[in-house]
């Protein structure tokens, strides 16, 4: 393209930062907050890739991830299979209920704020489905018990989760670098930009944007097993809840929709508000409050994200 | 290359394409003209799969292609361009393009120097292709739409009204870029309400008026016929019109 990119050069550098980081901040907090925001990175690049590059924005992104996350714990623990198979079963799972959503939503002709809310829907539904039955624990959700061993997938040493998610970040970043340059990436963008001009260059809207919202919903999926690793705890609330949707729709959005490195920005951003905050003051939820008083700001001044700040005025994050 | 027979279009209680039949053959340049409300558009967005329709067939090089999705029938070689200009806005000029030209080229960069290969081919001056679509004039919209649609590489265009809006100069340079696209092998089927431009371009006319077919033939056949003035200037004015010109004789 003729807009500029970070160089490798820029790419080299950000990624030696954040292998270093752990090395430099060995504190438990620190290493948290490493974590927490690559882990919104992560999960926030799963929302980018199908609300940002393709505009099929949900508001039910949790759906996957919990998916995900109960997928890979079950198998533990109902199954008795070995930890590190949750993540390519949570990957299945997570593009299964892609699929599920996106063939159910797209056949009947869903866009913009009726997909949004149709996904909204779902990510509810599946909420009380797990709450409701006995297999997945219930209301009381399930318990991982400990056992920090490197073939169980737990580790005494909080860095070496930070490794991993930051692999799985450095490979969603490789994934939207390929898209932003492929032709699976230019037709999401026609789609996101007019769906009828898609259609007539014989482009198929339908398959296109069911593979896009698989990819994503995997994607997802595997944050949902990483986040039950971490914790070593999911219930319905924490693996559905409204608010994990919310988070990767605003660190997107804030960061930059439709841009690679976007999420990134949102993530560390999102994670400095909300250890921050907890840090500091006792209010619960305040790191939302702030958060959404920040989307306002940047909707007015940076409608494109704070992804705008590091970019020339010539760059357009809408390119594909 | 297309054949249509019998289309018929109802939506609720209006025929709006009532039992339309027209051929277009390999290598010409045939216009469908008639008046506001005619039907044109809807007749068009039929044949490209864009509307389901209630009676008739639509056949392409010998295939029958009714009830085909759009992009199938778009990858079987027949584009369509839109009336009112659809860009994908936020992305260039030149990313526009490539998007048409992602249909036969794999690789960005393939389709990227396609994409301006065929700016070229419909005058589009380099300067306009890092633009993004949203801040075209008209005239660069409706050339964009041209662009895109010729990108795919296609055998048949279906072209409506891309002269709309134009100045007579713009006219003038569209005209000789659709003869262009046609001498280098791809028919087309237009919608124009440019007389001039039709009776030029055109070497069969089709005229729909309420939804049916009322006349076809050669530009200097439609422009004398009765039905087709009457169409347009309502009825008895042909009479009007010979009587005015035996006085004036």
């Not at chain 1, 949750?86 to 797209?106: D, K």
């Not at chain 2, 992009?71 to 200009?85: C, E, K, N, P, S």
């Not at chain 2, 431009?197 to 008026?209: D, G, P, T």
């Not at chain 2, 004015?237 to 004036?248: I, L, R, S, T």
Request: glycine content about 10%; hydrophobic content about 50%; proline content about 3%.
């Amino acid at each position: 393209m003729s807009t500029a990119r970070p160089s490798w050069l820029g790419h080299g550098l950000l990624l030696l930062i954040a292998l270093a980081f752990p090395l430099l901040f060995s504190s438990p907090f620190m290493v948290n907050f490493g974590v927490l925001a690559l882990f919104y990175a992560f999960i926030g690049q799963s929302w980018n890739i199908a609300g940002g590059f393709a505009g099929q924005l949900s508001f039910g992104h949790v759906a996957f991830f919990g998916v995900g996350a109960y997928a890979s714990t079950m198998v533990q623990m109902r199954l008795g299979w070995n930890p590190w198979m949750g993540l390519p079963v949570s990957a299945l799972a997570g593009a299964a209920a892609g699929w599920l959503i996106a063939v159910l939503s797209f056949r009947a002709g869903l866009k913009g704020s009726y997909f949004a809310l149709i996904t909204l829907a779902f990510a509810e539904v599946f909420r009380i489905v797990v709450n409701s039955v006995e297999v997945t624990g219930g209301g009381l959700g399930m318990l991982i018990p400990m056992k920090q061993t490197a073939a169980n997938f737990q580790f005494g040493d909080r860095r070496v989760f930070y490794f991993i998610i930051l692999a799985l970040t450095v490979a969603s970043v490789l994934l939207a670098l390929w898209l932003k340059a492929s032709r699976f990436g230019a037709r999401l963008a026609a789609i996101r930009e007019n769906e009828d001009s898609a259609r007539a260059l014989g482009i198929n809207t339908f398959a296109e944007k069911t593979k896009i919202m698989m990819i994503s919903g995997a994607i997802a999926g595997i944050g949902g097993c990483f986040f039950a690793q971490y914790f070593l705890y999911i219930d319905p609330t924490i693996a559905f809840g409204v608010d994990k949707s919310v988070e990767m729709l605003l660190v997107s959005m804030i960061g930059g929709a439709g841009t690679v490195y976007g999420p990134l920005i949102g993530a560390v951003l999102l994670a400095a508000i909300s250890e921050v905050t907890r840090a500091w003051f006792t209010i619960q939820g305040l790191s939302l409050v702030l958060y959404g008083a920040l989307l306002v700001v940047i909707i007015a001044y940076l409608p494109n994200g704070l992804i705008d700040l590091f970019k020339r005025r010539s760059q357009r994050p809408g390119s594909p | 290359m297309l054949k249509v027979t019998n289309l018929t279009k109802i939506f609720g209680g209006l025929k709006a394409v009532d039992g339309a039949s027209l051929e277009v053959g390999q290598g010409r340049i045939v216009a469908l003209i008639g008046p506001n409300g005619a039907g044109k558009t809807t007749l068009f967005a039929c044949i490209a799969g864009f509307l389901p329709i209630n009676q008739g067939r639509v056949e392409l090089l010998g295939q029958d292609i009714t009830g085909m999705k759009v992009h199938d029938i778009a990858r079987l070689g027949m584009v369509r361009t839109f009336q009112i200009t659809q860009p994908f806005a936020k992305l260039t000029v030149l990313e526009n393009i490539a998007v048409g030209s992602h249909q036969l080229h794999e690789r960005r960069a393939d389709a990227l120097s396609h994409a301006r290969n065929v700016a070229e081919r419909v005058g589009m001056p380099a300067a306009m292709l890092d633009q993004p679509a949203a801040e075209l004039t008209v005239a660069g919209r409706k050339r964009l739409e041209l662009a895109r649609a010729l990108a795919t590489e296609p055998k048949l265009l279906l072209l409506d009204e891309v002269m709309a809006g134009l100045n007579p100069q713009e006219i003038v340079d569209i005209i000789g870029i659709i003869r262009k696209i046609r001498d280098g092998g791809v028919t087309i089927l237009l919608i124009e309400h440019v007389m001039h431009a039709v009776m030029s371009l055109s070497e069969h006319i089709y005229v729909l008026s309420y939804g049916k077919i009322i006349a076809q033939g050669a530009p200097k056949d439609i422009v004398n016929n009765r039905d087709v003035v009457e169409a347009y200037l309502g009825r008895g004015a042909a009479e009007q019109m010979a009587a005015a010109e035996g006085q004036h004789a």
